[in-house]
């Protein structure tokens, strides 16, 4: 892929796509794949049948509201990954604007939203007993290997995180930096790491720090 190819791309399109079907993959798993009686199942030791059903009831009823808030947050995390790398390039001195690294990270998005569609099917065609292995499950994870009722909800974002689709996003930030700061890969793969790595590194490290302090 040239620099050409990564300029002729719609950046509002490809924003667009990503929008609906992250719409669609939290609509799919929310409203068909996650049914009430996995709620039921999680809720049934510590709720009544009737608080229950009042708490789906509210959670249908203003679930309209989440689906808004996809597309911001989409729009959020990659602003924050294109600040980073953004902020790196001015410290190394690499003349780079910020729309041309927003289009770079925009297309390396691709591959976390592929991540969501493949994930929502699996979650369809698999048979999992509790919610809390649906939440848990992410494909081609580290947290695969473990048994998810012995780790801390710390622990099982850590691992969710070290996966394959993760490993792949970060060499396509890698490719398209290397495209655009006419740099060798290897160096612009440990500029990758050291900027958008830290981010995700400190992010980590701040959720634990506050799932740590208020459990």
């Not at 719609?10 to 929008?19: I, P, T």
């Not at 199942?41 to 510590?46: A, R």
């Not at 930096?177 to 440990?190: G, R």
Request: hydrophobic fraction near 55%; aromatic fraction near 16%; charge should be positive.
């Amino acid at each position: 892929m040239s620099i050409h190819s990564l300029n002729i791309v719609d950046k509002r399109l490809l924003f667009v796509l990503y929008m609906l079907i992250s719409v669609l993959v939290t609509y799919t798993i929310n409203t068909i794949i996650i049914t009430d009686q996995y709620y039921f199942d999680f809720l049934g030791q510590q709720l009544t049948s009737e608080r229950i059903k009042q708490f789906l009831s509210f959670r249908d009823k203003w679930q309209w509201i989440g689906y808004f808030i996809v597309p911001l947050l989409l729009f959020l995390k990659i602003s924050a990954v294109s600040f980073s790398v953004h902020l790196g390039s001015i410290i190394s001195e690499t003349i780079l604007s910020f729309k041309k690294l927003f289009g770079m990270v925009l297309i390396a998005e691709g591959i976390f939203i592929l991540a969501a569609l493949i994930r929502m099917l699996l979650l369809w065609v698999s048979n999992f007993s509790t919610l809390e292995e649906i939440q848990a499950y992410y494909p081609l994870s580290l947290l695969n290997m473990f048994d998810i009722t012995r780790l801390k909800p710390w622990e099982l974002y850590i691992y969710q995180q070290i996966n394959l689709f993760h490993a792949i996003y970060i060499l396509a930030l890698t490719y398209g930096y290397h495209k655009l700061a006419h740099k060798k890969f290897i160096n612009c793969l440990l500029f990758i790491l050291s900027t958008y790595g830290l981010g995700v590194v400190l992010w980590v490290t701040l959720l634990i720090y506050f799932a740590v302090t208020l459990s």
